[in-house]
């Protein structure tokens, strides 16, 4: 990884000292470089171990501030769902005939909840939210949910810390399953 | 957004115009005339007024003038063939609508009546606008314009596309075709083949998947196994010889053949290769497969081997006994339909379908029948094996397996019950 660092830092002195976008020297010599800068800007994702967490930090006191304020109205006052999802409650109850899934029943992976409410969240303003109030929301959500005490701050390192009860349900698919006979007569 | 409607009214208005001013005259009073004639009557006689040995008055007047649709609509008569949208959702920006596969022939979707998935709304881009964007294990990152991609040689291939839920295992199910499983559609693709365009950046050691991006509001995220990348995955711009309508991501879309249809991300702005999935919410939480033991199988990719008698079928009713040709659709994810047999004595025997060429691999295969029904009660359903050798499941074989908190990959056989008086239901239901 720093032999990489080091060639993108590289590349973005070289990109400084050009005018015209460099080209690509593919196979086909197809596209432009990408910057560095450009990269960052666009690339949000954050893995299960909670790789690409940006810095910032939120509570739950303010995450609640503005989950009544942006959340609420689709998923509830207390997450119990709407329009929306519901977010909190169903532990205990994916093997019943009645599952809930939700973040603290299902979800395998608390960083997860930092990249999909920064990517996708609220629905009416994906992608407004400071990363203090990304933190703060998911705070709040695990708050809801019994995973987090309500004085509770979060940041990247404690966030990814967080071990989700659901995380060592899921396993890989096992398909095919089910075995049918092409039957003919008599079946 | 209001001017191309507007326009599109000024051309057919002004032909119109254009039309009574040169043809009108020429014809003097036989324009109005025919017109009334239509109005007058009533419904009984405007038939047999049309019928033998009558010459039906759509031939004594000229027919609609060229440009009076720019882009050609389906005939009035068959305005009852749309897409088949809930309207009792919740809301509808996170919401699907279903291709009315019963009103279908063939195995080519029109582009008005895929079915849609959406979860943030259609977003409505201007293609000069649209970046792609790949990096991370890559010797080169880099941006491509829409021209760009275009740049790249080229490749044409027919392809399903279903969604994973279709249906679910829970009732009540679907009464037609298309409420059961009309998340499903099928079209010719052309675009770049992916290998091409990760190959233009150069794959790093290490490089195991590629994580895709939409441009929607959802900014939508699924990881794809790099050997599905380097194998058949797609870079689609057209369908069906024409650019990709917004609801199928416009100006760029993901292709992956065979797999659940969320993972052919839409409106496709950026290809992330790395050594991990991404774990987004949509892998994690969401299309992952509830077992009865409450463990979650995730990663299931694959759309295994199905198929569906669409005529006869739910909501139809045949007229009369007598002759009536099955005619269906197979298809599996795994590759090529080997054969399709159905049984039109409620599974006690069963029938090898004909085929209808071409079968491609990953692609809808339409089957046939011939059947004469003899004015009996009836239950028919089909059968699909594909060329794996793997044989469409019963619905008691999968919920014996899976269970009805599953949800995702119901690839379950769907017999139709046939009344005396020619009603098709659900035998399901």
């Known amino acids: ?187 | 957004m209001t001017e191309p409607a507007d326009l599109n009214k000024d051309i057919a208005t002004t032909s119109r115009r254009r039309f009574l001013r040169e043809g009108g005259a020429l014809l003097g009073g036989a324009v109005i005339a025919g017109g009334l004639a239509g109005s007058e009557a009533s419904g009984a006689s405007e038939i047999a007024n049309n019928l033998p040995p009558n010459v039906p008055e759509w031939m004594k007047t000229p027919g609609d003038p060229m440009g009076a649709q720019p882009y050609g609509a389906p005939s009035p008569f068959e305005k009852g063939v749309i897409k088949n949208i809930p309207n009792n959702l919740s809301q509808y920006l996170s919401a699907s609508g279903r291709t009315p596969l019963q009103d279908l022939d063939g195995i080519i979707t029109p582009n008005g009546l895929f079915y849609e998935r959406h979860h943030a709304g259609v977003p409505t881009i201007d293609p000069a606008q649209h970046r792609l964007m790949l990096h991370g294990l890559v010797d080169m990152p880099l941006i491509f314009t829409m021209d760009d991609i275009r740049r790249f040689p080229s490749q044409s291939r027919i392809y399903f596309l279903e969604c994973s839920g279709n249906p679910g295992y829970k009732k009540p199910y679907g009464k037609t075709a298309s409420d059961l499983v009309g998340l499903l559609s099928c079209a010719e693709w052309t675009g770049v083949s992916l290998k091409l365009v990760l190959r233009e950046a150069g794959l790093q050691a290490g490089a195991k998947w590629v994580v895709a991006e939409g441009a929607d509001a959802a900014a939508l995220t699924r990881s794809i196994p790099i050997e599905k990348c380097l194998e058949d995955a797609m870079l689609v711009y057209s369908q069906n010889g024409e650019r990709l309508r917004p609801q199928q991501g416009y100006p760029l879309r993901l292709l992956l053949p065979g797999f659940e249809g969320n993972m052919s991300v839409k409106w496709l702005r950026r290809l992330r290769v790395a050594a991990e999935p991404t774990y987004s919410r949509e892998e994690t939480s969401k299309y992952t497969d509830l077992m009865p033991d409450g463990s979650a199988r995730e990663f299931t990719f694959y759309m295994e081997a199905k198929s569906i008698i669409t005529r006869p079928s739910g909501g139809q009713r045949l007229s009369a006994p007598g002759f009536h040709e099955i005619s269906g659709i197979a298809w599996s994810g795994h590759g090529k339909i080997s054969r399709v047999d159905v049984s039109v004595d409620d599974g006690k025997s069963w029938r090898q379908a004909q085929l209808q060429e071409p079968v491609l691999t990953r692609a809808l295969t339409r089957f046939r029948l011939p059947w004469h029904w003899d004015g009996q009660p009836a239950v028919i359903q089909s059968r699909a094996t594909d060329e794996t050798g793997y044989v469409q499941p019963t619905l008691v074989e999968l919920l014996g397996v899976r269970g009805e908190n599953y949800f995702y990959h119901n690839n379950a056989i769907w017999p139709w019950r046939i009344a005396a008086d020619g009603e098709v239901t659900n035998a399901n239901a």
């Open chain 1, 1 to 187: 990884m720093p032999m990489r660092e080091l060639r993108i830092a590289g590349f973005a002195v070289f990109l400084l000292a050009c005018a015209e976008p460099v080209q690509a020297q593919g196979p086909y010599g197809i596209g432009r470089a990408a910057t560095p800068a450009e990269i960052a800007g666009w690339n949000i994702d954050i893995d299960r171990n909670g790789n690409g967490l940006p810095p910032g930090i939120g509570g739950v006191g303010r995450g609640r501030e503005i989950f009544d304020q942006q959340c609420a109205v689709c998923h509830g006052a207390k997450g119990e769902g709407g329009i929306g999802d519901r977010l909190a409650g169903g532990q205990g109850t994916l093997a019943t005939p009645k599952p809930v899934r939700t973040v603290g029943s299902y979800w395998p992976y608390a960083p997860t909840l930092f990249d999909y409410i920064r990517r996708a969240m609220p629905q009416n303003a994906p992608q407004t939210l400071s990363n203090d109030d990304v933190y703060a929301v998911s705070a709040y959500v695990l708050n809801l949910n019994g995973l987090l005490p309500s004085d509770a701050t979060l940041n990247a390192k404690t966030l990814s810390a967080i071990k989700m009860p659901n995380r060592s349900m899921f396993v890989d698919d096992p398909r095919p399953d089910v075995k049918n006979t092409a039957c003919m007569t008599g079946c």
